[in-house]
């Protein structure tokens, strides 16, 4: 009855397939859209499979299809993933403040001089930080105004330097500036983030050990006396995270419960709220997660849905009015909307 009532949703999907090619020698990637030098992986990459997803009603699984338990590169959904360390480090004390510079806890890094010595960690998981530098080798230039689907369109060009403004004056969706963050926590936990998300996060949930989250060829620091990766949010310049639909699920599953999965607590509620917050400047935004806020983003959905998302595309989508995680991976984001609405209309059905 479930595979029936969602039958259509799904084959639009299949219908719908990304115009990516599935092999990266192709037509793949957010990189060739970059001007030189930064049009370049710096990071592994892997081919993809074909058009996969996971629909969760209530904690119960009601369909997959595709390769739902293929690890695929999910590119900035990643992003979402270093809020959620953010949140196990305000949890477990190590950040207990996020309107703290982050200099304060970890110093030594680019967070010293001039404006970046007022950047918070609030400005940073909000991409309001204005932060300028270089995270190895890649300026924060590299993604000064680019657009996005659902953001204010910039006034100038992709990778054209533009004044900087003050922390928390200005929104900019900035890939180089997410790496910063990734960094920082990194320093923050003295430990690889991979291994703070598979013990306080993917294990927990029940989810997995088939996914990876691996960082640039040469992005290589000194970590407790040992040599640590650091990790990016996102695929843009190549590594990130590989990982399923059925665990990217689990992880939709613990954000629908606030917090909570299997009666065990892996966040707290107040964090998981603070991510939905809308940020002032960019009310369609939270703690690197989107928001559906007055229906903004998709007109026909519940304006209590919230996305994580990723290039490609992949999205993981958390509809609290029916208790729902849909994960549809390499859909044809052109099209997401006519899909979320069939797979609403399919639920409803049952």
Request: aromatic share 10%; net charge negative.
């Amino acid at each position: 009855m479930r595979d029936t009532s969602l039958k259509q949703a799904i084959q639009f999907s299949v219908d719908h397939e990304s115009l990516w090619d599935r092999e990266v020698t192709g037509n793949w990637g957010v990189h060739p859209e970059d001007p030189p030098p930064w049009n370049r992986l710096l990071g592994p990459v892997h081919d993809r499979g074909p058009v996969s997803g996971t629909i969760l009603v209530r904690g119960e699984k009601w369909v997959s299809w595709g390769e739902p338990q293929r690890a695929d590169l999910t590119f900035s959904v990643a992003k979402t993933c270093l809020a959620l360390l953010a949140g196990v480090a305000h949890d477990q004390g190590l950040l207990p403040d996020v309107n703290e510079p982050i200099c304060k806890r970890v110093p030594g890094i680019g967070f010293d001089e001039g404006q970046n010595a007022q950047v918070t960690w609030n400005h940073m998981l909000q991409q309001t930080s204005e932060w300028g530098g270089s995270y190895f080798g890649l300026t924060d230039q590299a993604d000064h105004n680019r657009a996005v689907t659902f953001g204010v369109p910039p006034i100038g060009k992709k990778g054209e330097l533009r004044p900087l403004q003050a922390p928390g004056t200005y929104w900019e969706y900035n890939d180089v500036r997410i790496n910063q963050l990734s960094l920082a926590l990194l320093h923050l936990f003295q430990r690889p983030l991979p291994d703070v998300f598979r013990e306080f996060i993917t294990r927990p949930i029940g989810a997995s050990d088939n996914w990876q989250w691996v960082g640039y060829d040469n992005a290589w620091v000194e970590i407790a006396g040992q040599r640590v990766q650091s990790v990016p949010g996102g695929t843009h310049w190549g590594g990130g995270m590989s990982i399923s639909s059925e665990d990217q699920a689990l992880i939709g599953q613990m954000l629908l419960n606030k917090g909570e999965i299997n009666g065990r607590r892996i966040l707290s509620t107040a964090w998981i709220q603070r991510m939905q917050e809308p940020c002032p400047l960019a009310p369609y935004y939270g703690y690197l997660i989107w928001l559906n806020r007055d229906q903004k983003m998709f007109p026909s959905l519940p304006s209590s849905s919230y996305f994580a998302i990723g290039a490609g595309s992949s999205f993981t989508w958390i509809e609290p009015e029916r208790e729902m995680v849909v994960v549809v991976r390499w859909l044809n984001s052109a099209h997401a909307e006519e899909f979320f609405s069939l797979v609403l209309k399919g639920v409803d059905a049952q």
